[in-house]
T-cell receptor, first 109, second 112 residues
Framework: KQEVTQIPAALSVPEGENLVLNCSFT??????LQWFRQDPGKGLTSLLL?????REQTSGRLNASLDKSSGRSTLYIAASQPGDSATYLC????????FGTGTRLQVFP | NAGVTQTPKFQVLKTGQSMTLQCAQD?????MSWYRQDPGMGLRLIHY???????DQGEVPNGYNVSRSTTEDFPLRLLSAAPSQTSVYFC???????????FGPGTRLTVL
């Protein structure tokens, strides 16, 4: 049974820092992996979808990497800003979408 | 494109009442799903649909009913509301399960 975990659970950093959020999955036979952000009181917004054949995917200041063999994905946020404050979730498709436990990020000025 | 829309945004019900949460998408997506999100429980799948006329149960289907008569709409019905159904409900759509998922803004439901 696929299980997805994220560390850390919470992170508080000053503006400008480069960040790494981690996502681990137990079954390496994944089709792809998605990263989402969720702002308080809002729905999820898809940030990046990285296919199983890809090693990296980039969008602006965000870079997601995928290492299937080790069951890990990282989301790198460059030059963090207060507007990046949100909860970040990773998810992998199985018989349904399996979501990670989430990382709550706070970036303070 | 409006994306995924949900109505209402907020709703308060009394125990035993019924209601329908509306979800619509204008992206011609085949796959649609309903989740509930509770503190400390993450997102849990209630029902999903892989196309018009096809629905199936997720992890927590009891007390909820769905139908999919068109590609665009996927309403969620609460048959007899219970306080345990107090939650935030999200609808999502995609071309297929493993494709990019688009979420609606959510409906915050309180059952007294």
């Amino acid at each position: 049974k696929q299980e997805v975990t994220q560390i850390p659970a919470a992170l508080s950093v000053p503006e400008g820092e480069n960040l790494v959020l981690n996502c681990s999955f137990t079954d390496s036979a994944i089709y792809n992996l998605q990263w989402f952000r969720q702002d308080p009181g809002k729905g999820l917004t898809s940030l990046l979808l990285i296919q199983s054949s890809q090693r990296e995917q980039t969008s602006g200041r965000l870079n997601a990497s995928l290492d299937k063999s080790s069951g890990r994905s990282t989301l790198y946020i460059a030059a963090s800003q207060p507007g990046d404050s949100a909860t970040y979730l990773c998810a992998v498709p199985s018989d349904k979408l399996i979501f990670g436990t989430g990382t709550r990020l706070q970036v303070f000025p | 494109n409006a994306g995924v829309t949900q109505t209402p945004k907020f709703q308060v019900l009394k125990t035993g009442q019924s209601m329908t949460l509306q979800c619509a998408q204008d992206m011609n997506h085949e796959y649609m799903s309903w989740y509930r999100q509770d503190p400390g429980m993450g997102l849990r799948l209630i029902h999903y649909s892989v196309g018009a006329g096809i629905t199936d149960q997720g992890e927590v289907p009891n007390g909820y009913n769905v139908s999919r008569s068109t590609t665009e709409d996927f309403p969620l019905r609460l048959l007899s509301a219970a306080p345990s159904q107090t939650s935030v409900y999200f609808c999502a759509s995609s071309s297929f399960l493993a494709d990019t998922q688009y979420f609606g803004p959510g409906t915050r439901l309180t059952v007294l």
